[in-house]
């Protein structure tokens, strides 16, 4: 049903409505030098923790107690924010300039939730959780229409993994609408509807904490945080132990990060030369169509290969547990290749697009106001060349790696006991792990195709 | 520290020395140039001129534009544009002093007419 809306509010954009020019990437293709250099040092560094990283980890953290009045008040600020840009960028969208530039939402949306929060997140954990926007105005409505007993939990993560599959596709396929202020606000208000509904049905902590996809992504990468914030409480820690401490219990979970992995491989893969070159290929079939299907199968590919170096893993060790307990057992050791690969494709992006809240802050509604006086700010000074971007992408996508495959011999060690079986084991986890990083880089150093920017 | 950990030790530092090496020798060592380009419009068309020009950071860029409609040209990434039309050619100088591709479109009728790319 969401989809017949959807469709049926895309066919009513109105002629003037343009998306153009949102998102511009100034970036250049990784050179070859950076290519080479980053697999290298992946192996040599996944070698160096083999041999070198034979104790479990520190586990000690430094724990700061908030006094309650404070943990309300912080709450209480960080919700009144959220819910305020969210509202801002809602109205804007509805009644706001319709051109996607021109327009705080698409900004808000795209930039601002889709990639600061997450990295913000990987940094300070807990923050989005205190002043969730979503789960506030949720919460708001529930008080109004209270619901009975809530109904049992049986879907795992699938909720959340579908989800997060219909973003996607919304933003690689149809961007040329979900860019648009009013498409995008008619899709916000959709989302926060599914999530009354479904929190009404099951009850918003399990709602939120099963199927509510920004959620889960964001508490992902929260696990690679330094600082946590919780309810009276702030601890600053390696996150190594949050990673190695225990696996998961939901295959769906596994799913949802690969896929999160597969999506970014795809989105760096899907305007190069090469893609194109095959597509041109097979024509008369459209580009769409190769690329769709490119997107489909990219998932299952990541998967397949996750469960064969898993499965290669057990035969090593001589596993007692099924293939599919060793993959929900190391999962979490591929959340940091995850967030690096997220990081070195969109932070160009998070800075030549994220840039422009500063003037259409000051200007929501494009009334020709001037709040703060910000509206003639250069965008331009916040340009950062594309040789500082390849050091960016390279360290990005080599210290994830890195510190993935520090987590996953932590989980080596924790579950097989011994050194030398925990070594043993890493070896096929090892090559997958240098095959994505590798990848990783590869797809940065494609040309894109003619037209593309 | 064992015999294992040294080559470990040595082993990484020994990659990331020729990882360096590597890296910061890729780039060649040009003088800057000025790099003339001339396009002309029509119809909301570019009929001559570069698709994608390509200069070297540093280098001097200077578009001469042509148009057969009044308009915006508009470079993004350094936003600057020019205002072009059929009564002379105009022009707009920059210094290239940011690598990367950026797009230059017509700004009014939203059509890209090409991509500059700026090599470190």
Same mark, same amino acid.
């Given at each position: 049903?969401?989809?017949?809306? &959807?469709?049926?509010?895309?066919?009513?954009?109105?002629?003037?409505?343009?998306?153009?020019?949102?998102?511009?990437?100034?970036?250049?293709?990784?050179?070859?030098?950076?290519?080479?250099?980053?697999?290298?040092?992946?192996?040599?560094?996944?070698?160096?923790?083999?041999?070198?990283?034979?104790?479990?980890?520190?586990?000690?953290?430094?724990?700061?107690?908030?006094?309650?009045?404070?943990?309300?008040?912080?709450?209480?600020?960080?919700?009144?924010?959220?819910?305020?840009?969210?509202?801002?960028?809602?109205?804007?969208?509805?009644?706001?300039?319709?051109?996607?530039?021109?327009?705080?939402?698409?900004?808000?949306?795209?930039?601002?939730?889709?990639?600061?929060?997450?990295?913000?997140?990987?940094?300070?954990?807990?923050?989005?959780?205190?002043?969730?926007?979503?789960?506030?105005?949720?919460?708001?409505?529930?008080?109004?229409?209270?619901?009975?007993?809530?109904?049992?939990?049986?879907?795992?993560?699938?909720?959340?993994?579908?989800?997060?599959?219909?973003?996607?596709?919304?933003?690689?396929?149809?961007?040329?609408?979900?860019?648009?202020?009013?498409?995008?606000?008619?899709?916000?208000?959709?989302?926060?509807?599914?999530?009354?509904?479904?929190?009404?049905?099951?009850?918003?902590?399990?709602?939120?904490?099963?199927?509510?996809?920004?959620?889960? &992504?964001?508490?992902?990468?929260?696990?690679?945080?330094?600082?946590?914030?919780?309810?009276?409480?702030?601890?600053?820690?390696?996150?190594?132990?949050?990673?190695?401490?225990?696996?998961?219990?939901?295959?769906?979970?596994?799913?949802?990060?690969?896929?999160?992995?597969?999506?970014?491989?795809?989105?760096?893969?899907?305007?190069?030369?090469?893609?194109?070159?095959?597509?041109?290929?097979?024509?008369?079939?459209?580009?769409?169509?190769?690329?769709?299907?490119?997107?489909?199968?990219?998932?299952?590919?990541?998967?397949?290969?996750?469960?064969?170096?898993?499965?290669?893993?057990?035969?090593?060790?001589?596993?007692?547990?099924?293939?599919?307990?060793?993959?929900?057992?190391?999962?979490?050791?591929?959340?940091?290749?995850?967030?690096?690969?997220?990081?070195?494709?969109?932070?160009?992006?998070?800075?030549?697009?994220?840039?422009?809240?500063?003037?259409?802050?000051?200007?929501?509604?494009?009334?020709?106001?001037?709040?703060?006086?910000?509206?003639?700010?250069?965008?331009?000074?916040?340009?950062?060349?594309?040789?500082?971007?390849?050091?960016?992408?390279?360290?990005?996508?080599?210290?994830?790696?890195?510190?993935?495959?520090?987590?996953?011999?932590?989980?080596?060690?924790?579950?097989?006991?011994?050194?030398?079986?925990?070594?043993?084991?890493?070896?096929?986890?090892?090559?997958?792990?240098?095959?994505?990083?590798?990848?990783?880089?590869?797809?940065?150093?494609?040309?894109?195709?003619?037209?593309?920017? | 520290?064992?015999?294992?950990?040294?080559?470990?030790?040595?082993?990484?530092?020994?990659?990331?020395?020729?990882?360096?090496?590597?890296?910061?020798?890729?780039?060649?060592?040009?003088?800057?140039?000025?790099?003339?380009?001339?396009?002309?419009?029509?119809?909301?068309?570019?009929?001559?001129?570069?698709?994608?020009?390509?200069?070297?950071?540093?280098?001097?860029?200077?578009?001469?534009?042509?148009?057969?409609?009044?308009?915006?040209?508009?470079?993004?990434?350094?936003?600057?544009?020019?205002?072009?039309?059929?009564?002379?050619?105009?022009?707009?100088?920059?210094?290239?002093?940011?690598?990367?591709?950026?797009?230059?479109?017509?700004?009014?009728?939203?059509?890209?007419?090409?991509?500059?790319?700026?090599?470190?």
């Amino acid at each position: 049903m969401r989809y017949l809306l &959807f469709a049926l509010a895309a066919f009513c954009i109105p002629a003037t409505a343009s998306a153009h020019a949102f998102g511009l990437q100034y970036t250049l293709p990784l050179p070859v030098s950076f290519y080479v250099t980053g697999g290298v040092a992946a192996f040599l560094i996944s070698c160096f923790l083999l041999i070198f990283v034979q104790d479990s980890p520190n586990s000690r953290a430094w724990v700061a107690t908030l006094t309650p009045g404070f943990s309300r008040t912080l709450r209480r600020v960080l919700t009144a924010l959220f819910v305020g840009i969210l509202l801002l960028g809602l109205v804007a969208g509805v009644f706001g300039h319709q051109a996607a530039f021109n327009n705080i939402l698409p900004v808000l949306f795209w930039i601002g939730l889709v990639l600061l929060v997450p990295y913000l997140s990987a940094v300070v954990d807990g923050f989005w959780d205190m002043g969730n926007p979503f789960r506030a105005f949720v919460a708001w409505i529930l008080r109004l229409a209270p619901s009975s007993e809530a109904g049992a939990w049986r879907f795992g993560y699938l909720p959340a993994l579908i989800g997060y599959i219909v973003l996607i596709i919304l933003e690689l396929f149809l961007n040329q609408y979900t860019t648009l202020p009013i498409v995008l606000a008619g899709v916000i208000l959709l989302y926060l509807a599914t999530l009354v509904v479904g929190s009404k049905q099951y009850g918003i902590d399990t709602w939120f904490w099963f199927a509510e996809f920004f959620s889960l &992504f964001f508490r992902l990468a929260g696990k690679m945080a330094p600082v946590q914030l919780r309810e009276r409480r702030v601890s600053l820690s390696l996150p190594t132990e949050r990673l190695a401490a225990k696996g998961t219990e939901y295959i769906t979970l596994v799913i949802f990060i690969l896929f999160a992995l597969a999506a970014t491989a795809y989105d760096g893969i899907s305007e190069t030369a090469l893609l194109y070159d095959v597509a041109n290929t097979m024509a008369p079939i459209p580009v769409w169509a190769i690329q769709f299907v490119i997107f489909t199968l990219m998932p299952v590919l990541f998967f397949g290969l996750y469960a064969l170096s898993m499965r290669a893993l057990r035969s090593i060790v001589g596993g007692t547990q099924s293939t599919r307990a060793y993959m929900m057992r190391f999962i979490y050791s591929f959340v940091p290749i995850m967030l690096a690969y997220h990081f070195a494709h969109y932070f160009p992006l998070l800075v030549s697009t994220g840039i422009t809240i500063v003037p259409l802050f000051a200007d929501p509604f494009a009334l020709g106001w001037n709040l703060f006086g910000l509206s003639s700010f250069d965008t331009a000074t916040a340009l950062i060349g594309a040789d500082t971007v390849w050091y960016v992408q390279l360290a990005s996508i080599v210290l994830g790696h890195a510190f993935a495959a520090y987590v996953a011999h932590h989980i080596a060690l924790r579950e097989f006991g011994s050194v030398r079986k925990a070594l043993a084991s890493q070896l096929p986890l090892i090559v997958l792990m240098v095959f994505y990083t590798a990848f990783g880089l590869w797809i940065l150093a494609q040309p894109f195709a003619p037209g593309v920017v | 520290m064992d015999r294992k950990k040294i080559a470990a030790i040595t082993l990484v530092l020994v990659g990331v020395g020729i990882g360096y090496t590597y890296l910061t020798s890729s780039g060649t060592d040009a003088t800057s140039q000025t790099q003339v380009f001339e396009i002309e419009i029509e119809d909301q068309t570019m009929v001559a001129g570069e698709e994608m020009p390509q200069v070297r950071k540093g280098d001097t860029v200077v578009f001469h534009i042509t148009a057969d409609a009044a308009e915006e040209f508009h470079l993004h990434g350094y936003d600057r544009s020019v205002d072009i039309g059929p009564d002379e050619t105009a022009t707009l100088t920059l210094l290239a002093d940011t690598a990367g591709r950026f797009p230059a479109e017509l700004e009014l009728a939203k059509i890209e007419l090409l991509v500059l790319e700026v090599l470190p």
